[in-house]
């Protein structure tokens, strides 16, 4: 059979009723068939490079011109039929009069528009959804968290500063560095602060902060989908690792084995290590001596309870921060009560801020005493000059009667200092009183040991840790 063109059928199909074409009413004649022409035999081309033989032209259409002539047939369909309904007197959407005006070809017959117009079902591609964006190089930083924000003071000068000698020299001296404190003494902070410099400085640099239990969490993962190269592809590549409370890692083997491994894979690449601990190295249990030998290797620093200035100037500048201003004399009342980490001194100032606020009242101390009446009250009820004598006895492995005795030694007499230390800045209890619930000893005794203890607590970081551990004991 004789295959119409395009063309050819568009014009076939918009023929008025009645109206044969000439080549339909040719195809009814009889035609006289030629003689059959003699074929040569040729030999067949045996090279491999050789082209199919091309079809012959008679041969069907292709897919794609089948489609256009079966979508092309069905429009001038339709166009038809409505020239029919306008002659009647039907009216017409804009859209087909449009396509009435310009009948549809072999190109826009598929068209959704034209489709739609003459009421043919229309082609709907799905949508491909934008490629993903790169990923970050600030992993899980917080952007808060700078040195500009870090109240500086005797109690994180040294870590502060060995900090920043970090972000001039990445993976220089001080590698790794380990900061160890007891909760809430702003060791998060600092090291937070070391990522948002580095990358201020260096936008393209690899830094990546999580907490230990994270990356246990990681290495628990991937080896129950065996897949321990994506482990060693997120860790071995960066150039900043900040890792907070590896103290976690204790009893874990697998976990240190893929930490000590990361560890050597970073320091071989002169990538800096940043590491937070509540203790320092030595004191770490049930983790690897490998492992512990390598967090001392570089620098370890200790980050103190911040003093009662250094209190007073965190309540400040937080307090500027939180859109208000605290006179000094409030600020000084809130230190002096709320001794045990920076944490906690938010609280207490927001908690301050707040009822000011809802009860529209100016800052002052009789407001303050108001607003944390609960959290002094509990202190009150809590610590007293008895609970302190027997925290300290268990802690330093004496017995309670030792606190009231005559006895002198050593190892007996600075646990008592250091209970009357405690028992001064903990309690409302004056030197005379102090001094008579421990065995009747005179003020003067107080004073010398509380005056004692605050000076050596300054320059001696051991007997530092000591007490804060003790307070935070006693703090509950």
């Known amino acids: ?160 500063t ?46 990546l902060y999580l907490h230990a239990e994270q990356f246990i969490s990681d290495v628990v993962r991937n080896y129950q989908r065996k897949t321990f190269d994506e482990l060693k592809a997120k860790y071995h590549s960066l150039d900043l690792l900040l890792i907070d409370d590896v103290q976690f890692f204790a009893g874990k083997d697998r976990t240190q084995e893929e930490f000590f491994n990361a560890f050597e894979a970073l320091l071989t690449k002169r990538a800096h290590i940043i590491m937070t601990s509540d203790t320092y190295p030595k004191g770490l249990v049930d983790i690897d001596e490998r492992l512990t030998s390598r967090f001392d290797a570089g620098l370890t620093v200790a980050i103190e309870p911040p003093e009662l200035e250094m209190r007073v100037a965190i309540l400040m500048k937080k307090s500027i921060g939180e859109g208000s201003v605290m006179p000094e004399d409030v600020a000084f009342f809130i230190a002096k009560n709320v001794r045990a980490n920076v944490r906690e001194l938010e609280g207490a100032l927001r908690k301050v801020l707040a009822y000011s606020r809802f009860s529209h009242k100016d800052i002052n101390i009789a407001l303050a005493r108001e607003a944390l009446k609960d959290l002094l009250s509990i202190q009150n009820r809590q610590i007293s000059v008895e609970n302190i004598q027997k925290t300290a006895a268990d802690f330093y492995k004496i017995k309670v009667g030792d606190m009231y005795s005559k006895k002198r030694p050593a190892s007996i007499a600075r646990p008592r200092q250091i209970a009357m230390y405690l028992a001064k800045e903990m309690t409302q209890k004056s030197l005379p009183e102090i001094g008579e619930l421990f065995g009747g000893r005179d003020h003067t005794t107080v004073l010398y040991a509380v005056r004692k203890i605050a000076a050596e607590r300054q320059k001696n970081t051991e007997l530092n840790q000591q007490l804060h551990v003790l307070e935070q004991t006693l703090k509950g």
């Open 162 to 207: 060995a900090a920043l000698h970090v972000v001039g020299s990445p993976g220089g001296m001080y590698n790794p560095l380990f900061l160890y404190g007891g909760v809430g003494l702003g060791k998060t902070h600092l090291i937070h602060a070391v990522g948002n410099a580095l990358l201020k400085e260096h936008k393209d640099a690899r830094v």
């Open 1 to 160: 059979m004789q295959v119409q063109s395009i063309p050819a059928l568009h014009a076939l199909l918009t023929l008025p009723e009645g109206v044969v074409p000439a080549q339909t009413a040719a195809a009814s004649k009889p035609v006289p068939r030629a003689p059959a022409a003699r074929r040569t035999p040729t030999a067949p081309d045996s090279s491999p490079s050789a082209e199919p033989p091309a079809p012959p032209a008679t041969a069907a259409l292709s897919s794609g011109a089948i489609a256009s002539a079966s979508a092309l047939a069905k429009a001038s369909a339709a166009v038809a039929s409505r020239r029919k309904r306008v002659a009647s007197g039907s009216k017409e959407s804009p859209a087909a009069a449009s396509v009435l005006a310009h009948p549809p070809t072999a190109a826009t017959a598929s068209s959704p528009t034209a489709a739609a117009a003459l009421g043919a079902p229309a082609l709907i591609l799905p949508k491909v959804p934008p490629p993903a964006a790169p990923a970050s190089t600030r992993g899980r930083i917080n952007p808060a968290l700078t040195f500009d924000t870090l109240v500086p003071g005797r109690a994180n000068q040294m870590a502060r």
